[in-house]
């Protein structure tokens, strides 16, 4: 079982920034892909950013890219969103999730879930 903290959200204006953090307790990441997903108020779920476990690979969102930044650091196994430029559109509850294997950029694909950190982005 793979049990994830996010961390970091809070209030910030427009044009802020922000970093998550996804930290794992009780079994290490090894292995495991980690994506950030985020939710507004009456909308899906939905892909932002993911990182291989080699650290290889990204994704993300085309409304995030270059803007937001997606590391890990596995010695700490802690995973990172960096949030640059926020927008108010940004404003949304983000998760962090991790999986085996499989797409990482489909939400269906995830194995574990943390439990959330809001983001609010005043204009």
């Known amino acids: 079982q793979v049990h994830l903290v996010e961390s970091g959200g809070g209030l910030v204006q427009a044009g802020g920034s922000l970093r998550l953090s996804c930290a794992t307790s009780?079994?290490?990441?090894?292995?495991?892909?980690v994506g950030w997903f985020r939710q507004a108020p009456g909308k899906e779920r939905e892909f932002v950013a993911a990182i291989s476990w080699s650290n290889i690979r990204t994704y993300y969102a085309d409304f995030v890219k270059g803007r937001f930044t997606i590391s890990r650091d596995n010695a700490k196994n802690t995973v990172y969103l960096q949030m640059n430029s926020l927008k108010p559109e940004d404003t949304a509850v983000y998760y962090c999730a991790a999986q085996a294997r499989g797409r990482l950029r489909e939400r269906s694909d995830y194995d574990y879930w943390g439990q959330g950190t809001q983001v609010t982005v005043s204009s």
């Open positions: 009780g079994r290490t990441f090894s292995g495991y892909a």
